[in-house]
């Protein structure tokens, strides 16, 4: 028996169930608590009707998702367009699979860990593209646009950031990185490396198509942007992949620069979901708060701040390490 | 699969009409009648080279209800609760701008009571109408929150409003020679009491949203309208004012009491967005001030002229009248024949002109700067096409 299914594979299967459990239920939480951010923000209650203080909400919001008519556009391409959403969740359990949620709690410890995460994202931006182009619709098709230069161009300060961390522990390891850290805050690489950080948020912002950067579904100007036509559960994945990627980002941020799992006391899972949701919360709070940038503006943030200074951040990590 | 994304032979008459004619590459993008930021069924045919804007026309019609050929086959009392539904938002400027003008014909003495209550809710709407634009507007530029901050101060004046009025939005309050009800010292207290809040609103607004380095840069020299561009469209309100033109109808040609009450005229000459944006937050502190000298200057008296026709029938002849509302000059042509209805009745609309401008001033520009461009207008539909 155990020839035939060796004990890793069963491992990496049994993995992927967990983390689609814990992504479903977290974008249940998350769409909860983005909602409750916002009624927080704009001084009202929020939902409070479904269940005790509104928790059933998100279940409601699902069934009513589930229950939709799957619409296609009379003109779409439609193996692609059922393709694209499929296509922007599928990288998500293969990222979080390298992911340490806690000191025993990690699906696959690769050492490229960080690359394998890095490359998969990635991926979404060509499930958008699929969406926007096969739709068929001309505010799809803009909205695709926007997201695949908006994604090129923020792909390149994420990695700056990211690598005087690599630099400093000498690993693409997210098991070790976390480990090389302690338990207060003073021992954590936000600590040394607060520009990296700053940037790495503000491209993670970019990248997971939030607000202020939330271009590609602009819906002022792009009514919804890639997922115009897209109705019930195809509309549903997307929305979920999004708060996936949330997910996703916030979570390497913590491993990368707030210690991970380590935290004053018993250090666990606890303390790095406190973390990713920590984080989570502040991106809600941007979104509820501030009105979004023009998308030339956008790129102008890109290429004229965020890749010098993080090229700068590098360069200065490097000589004090070779130091 | 057809991939050319183009309306050619498809679409309506418009799109037909407006096919891109040199370039293959260009886009037509149909923005409207269903669009989130065109604020009701205004629709605007777009040729975009990628996101840059290579021509615009707006398309208008859409909510065209005949109000001016309502008014010829009404009286002029029923015709009355036609204005609050022109310009939904700013709807007792067009009640004036018709009952000042059924005044000014048969020549009806307002008692000064109700002049100065009428000054009181003219200026009480305009605020609100600015907080509706104000939230509108920065939902446009992708702000959610502000839109819920104005509609708390909007629901305390629709509720102020309401007790006197019997309306929260299409209001139906003034008659010809005075008001509908008296104002009592309920209200006064309501409004004082709002006004003293407000001030604190404003600078809470100041500080959360204008200050705010995106929204600046999403206004700031973004579509710039010079004088002369406002003066070929006519266009009015806060956009001549924030073209630097301090042209407003309560200053131009006075009418009721506004020579007695102390207030100025904001003006900005940078022509863009913001100077329109500043032009609507600084009218709103210019209003709680006409407000508050209106309430301590209320005299007592009647609300409505003793004498004042139930059924009036004008003397032949055409009188116009107009008022400044939130977004302009409004103005009611009318001819009487004598009759008990008007024999024609031409209403004009600031929104019209303002429009009409979007063609030249969205020229070149982004999509997104459009966008903002075409907030920073203040349309109401309904007023464009009447």
Redesign the interface.
């Given at each position: 028996m155990m020839d035939i299914f060796p004990t890793q594979l069963i491992v990496v299967l049994a993995g992927l169930a967990a983390i689609m459990a814990f992504v479903g239920l977290n974008g249940l939480v998350l769409v909860y608590l983005e909602r409750k951010v916002?009624g927080f923000?704009?001084?009202?209650p929020g939902p409070y009707e479904v269940g005790p203080y509104g928790l059933l909400q998100p279940l409601a919001d699902g069934l009513k998702l589930v229950g939709k008519q799957m619409f296609t556009p009379a003109?779409a391409?439609k193996w692609l367009y059922w393709l694209a959403p499929i296509l922007s969740l599928a990288p998500v359990p293969v990222a979080l699979l390298a992911i340490p949620f806690g000191p025993n709690l990690q699906v696959l410890d690769i050492n490229v860990g960080l690359v394998l995460i890095l490359a998969f994202i990635g991926l979404n931006v060509l499930a958008i593209c699929l969406a926007g182009w096969s739709s068929?619709n001309?505010?799809a098709?803009?909205g695709a646009a926007?997201n695949i230069s908006q994604s090129v161009a923020y792909e390149i300060p994420l990695l700056l950031s990211v690598l005087p961390i690599v630099f400093i522990t000498g690993t693409l390891n997210l098991y070790e990185i976390s480990a090389g850290q302690g338990a207060w805050p003073w021992q954590w690489h936000i600590l040394t490396q607060p520009v990296a950080f700053v940037i790495y948020f503000i491209c993670a912002l970019a990248e997971t198509n939030r607000?202020?950067f939330?271009l590609p579904e602009?819906?002022?100007?792009?009514?919804a942007g890639f997922h115009t036509e897209y109705s019930g559960m195809g509309f549903g994945v997307f929305f979920l992949a999004e708060y996936a990627y949330m997910i996703i980002a916030c979570s390497v941020a913590a491993v990368l620069f707030l210690g991970g799992w380590n935290g004053p006391g018993a250090a666990g899972w606890w303390w790095f979901l406190a973390k990713v949701y920590f984080l989570l919360i502040v991106m809600m709070f941007f979104?509820?708060?501030?009105?979004?940038?023009?998308?030339?503006?956008l790129l102008n943030l890109c290429w004229k701040w965020l890749i010098p200074l993080a090229t700068i951040n590098l360069l200065i990590t490097a000589l004090v390490i070779a130091l | 699969?057809?991939?050319d994304?183009r309306l050619d032979g498809s679409g309506d008459f418009y799109a037909r009409k407006f096919q891109p004619d040199l370039r293959k590459d260009r886009?037509i993008?149909?923005m409207g009648p269903q669009?989130?930021?065109t604020h009701g069924v205004l629709r605007i045919l777009l040729e975009v080279d990628g996101?840059y804007i290579v021509r615009a026309e707006p398309v208008l019609g859409y909510v065209h209800r005949m109000q001016e050929k309502m008014g010829e086959i009404r009286t002029y009392p029923q015709y009355l609760p036609n204005m609050g539904r022109v310009d939904y938002l700013h709807a007792l400027a067009w009640n004036w701008a018709y009952v000042g003008a059924v005044e000014r014909l048969m020549g009806i003495e307002v008692p000064p009571r109700a002049e100065f209550i009428r000054v009181i809710t003219c200026e009480l709407n305009r605020i609100k109408s600015h907080l509706l634009w104000w939230g509108a507007y920065?939902?446009?530029?992708?702000?959610?929150?502000p839109i819920?901050?104005a509609f708390?101060d909007r629901e305390r004046l629709m509720d102020i409003l309401q007790r006197i009025t019997g309306s929260r939005l299409t209001f139906c309050y003034y008659r010809f020679g005075g008001v509908s009800t008296d104002v009592d010292q309920r209200f006064i207290q309501e409004v004082r009491a709002f006004c003293h809040d407000f001030d604190e609103r404003l600078k809470t607004f100041t500080d959360l949203v204008t200050d705010?380095v995106?929204?600046r840069?999403?206004v700031e020299e973004v579509g710039e309208i010079t004088p002369e561009v406002c003066r070929d469209y006519g266009a009015t309100g806060p956009v001549l004012r924030g073209s630097g033109v301090g042209y407003d109808v309560r200053r131009a040609e006075p009418y009721s009491v506004y020579p007695r009450l102390d207030f100025q005229i904001p003006v900005y000459d940078q022509c863009d967005a913001l100077a329109r944006y500043l032009v609507r937050m600084d009218e709103m502190r210019q209003s709680v001030t006409i407000v508050l000298q209106a309430l301590d200057a209320l005299p007592p008296g009647d609300h409505i002229h003793p004498l004042a026709p139930r059924r009036p029938c004008p003397p032949p002849g055409d009188v116009y009248f107009s008022v400044e509302s939130a977004r302009g000059q409004v103005g009611v042509h009318l001819v009487s024949d004598g009759g008990e209805s008007p024999y024609r009745v031409k209403l004009r609309s600031p929104s019209f002109s303002n429009l009409s401008l979007l063609a030249d001033v969205a020229e070149g520009s982004?999509?997104?700067?459009a966008?903002s461009t075409l907030g920073s207008l203040d349309l109401v539909i309904p007023e464009i096409d009447r």
């Amino acid at each position: 028996m155990m020839d035939i299914f060796p004990t890793q594979l069963i491992v990496v299967l049994a993995g992927l169930a967990a983390i689609m459990a814990f992504v479903g239920l977290n974008g249940l939480v998350l769409v909860y608590l983005e909602r409750k951010v916002a009624g927080f923000i704009q001084r009202r209650p929020g939902p409070y009707e479904v269940g005790p203080y509104g928790l059933l909400q998100p279940l409601a919001d699902g069934l009513k998702l589930v229950g939709k008519q799957m619409f296609t556009p009379a003109c779409a391409d439609k193996w692609l367009y059922w393709l694209a959403p499929i296509l922007s969740l599928a990288p998500v359990p293969v990222a979080l699979l390298a992911i340490p949620f806690g000191p025993n709690l990690q699906v696959l410890d690769i050492n490229v860990g960080l690359v394998l995460i890095l490359a998969f994202i990635g991926l979404n931006v060509l499930a958008i593209c699929l969406a926007g182009w096969s739709s068929q619709n001309k505010y799809a098709l803009l909205g695709a646009a926007r997201n695949i230069s908006q994604s090129v161009a923020y792909e390149i300060p994420l990695l700056l950031s990211v690598l005087p961390i690599v630099f400093i522990t000498g690993t693409l390891n997210l098991y070790e990185i976390s480990a090389g850290q302690g338990a207060w805050p003073w021992q954590w690489h936000i600590l040394t490396q607060p520009v990296a950080f700053v940037i790495y948020f503000i491209c993670a912002l970019a990248e997971t198509n939030r607000a202020p950067f939330d271009l590609p579904e602009a819906e002022s100007e792009l009514t919804a942007g890639f997922h115009t036509e897209y109705s019930g559960m195809g509309f549903g994945v997307f929305f979920l992949a999004e708060y996936a990627y949330m997910i996703i980002a916030c979570s390497v941020a913590a491993v990368l620069f707030l210690g991970g799992w380590n935290g004053p006391g018993a250090a666990g899972w606890w303390w790095f979901l406190a973390k990713v949701y920590f984080l989570l919360i502040v991106m809600m709070f941007f979104r509820w708060t501030y009105p979004r940038v023009r998308f030339d503006q956008l790129l102008n943030l890109c290429w004229k701040w965020l890749i010098p200074l993080a090229t700068i951040n590098l360069l200065i990590t490097a000589l004090v390490i070779a130091l | 699969m057809n991939l050319d994304l183009r309306l050619d032979g498809s679409g309506d008459f418009y799109a037909r009409k407006f096919q891109p004619d040199l370039r293959k590459d260009r886009l037509i993008l149909n923005m409207g009648p269903q669009h989130p930021s065109t604020h009701g069924v205004l629709r605007i045919l777009l040729e975009v080279d990628g996101e840059y804007i290579v021509r615009a026309e707006p398309v208008l019609g859409y909510v065209h209800r005949m109000q001016e050929k309502m008014g010829e086959i009404r009286t002029y009392p029923q015709y009355l609760p036609n204005m609050g539904r022109v310009d939904y938002l700013h709807a007792l400027a067009w009640n004036w701008a018709y009952v000042g003008a059924v005044e000014r014909l048969m020549g009806i003495e307002v008692p000064p009571r109700a002049e100065f209550i009428r000054v009181i809710t003219c200026e009480l709407n305009r605020i609100k109408s600015h907080l509706l634009w104000w939230g509108a507007y920065l939902l446009d530029l992708g702000a959610f929150t502000p839109i819920m901050y104005a509609f708390a101060d909007r629901e305390r004046l629709m509720d102020i409003l309401q007790r006197i009025t019997g309306s929260r939005l299409t209001f139906c309050y003034y008659r010809f020679g005075g008001v509908s009800t008296d104002v009592d010292q309920r209200f006064i207290q309501e409004v004082r009491a709002f006004c003293h809040d407000f001030d604190e609103r404003l600078k809470t607004f100041t500080d959360l949203v204008t200050d705010n380095v995106i929204l600046r840069s999403r206004v700031e020299e973004v579509g710039e309208i010079t004088p002369e561009v406002c003066r070929d469209y006519g266009a009015t309100g806060p956009v001549l004012r924030g073209s630097g033109v301090g042209y407003d109808v309560r200053r131009a040609e006075p009418y009721s009491v506004y020579p007695r009450l102390d207030f100025q005229i904001p003006v900005y000459d940078q022509c863009d967005a913001l100077a329109r944006y500043l032009v609507r937050m600084d009218e709103m502190r210019q209003s709680v001030t006409i407000v508050l000298q209106a309430l301590d200057a209320l005299p007592p008296g009647d609300h409505i002229h003793p004498l004042a026709p139930r059924r009036p029938c004008p003397p032949p002849g055409d009188v116009y009248f107009s008022v400044e509302s939130a977004r302009g000059q409004v103005g009611v042509h009318l001819v009487s024949d004598g009759g008990e209805s008007p024999y024609r009745v031409k209403l004009r609309s600031p929104s019209f002109s303002n429009l009409s401008l979007l063609a030249d001033v969205a020229e070149g520009s982004l999509i997104s700067d459009a966008v903002s461009t075409l907030g920073s207008l203040d349309l109401v539909i309904p007023e464009i096409d009447r």
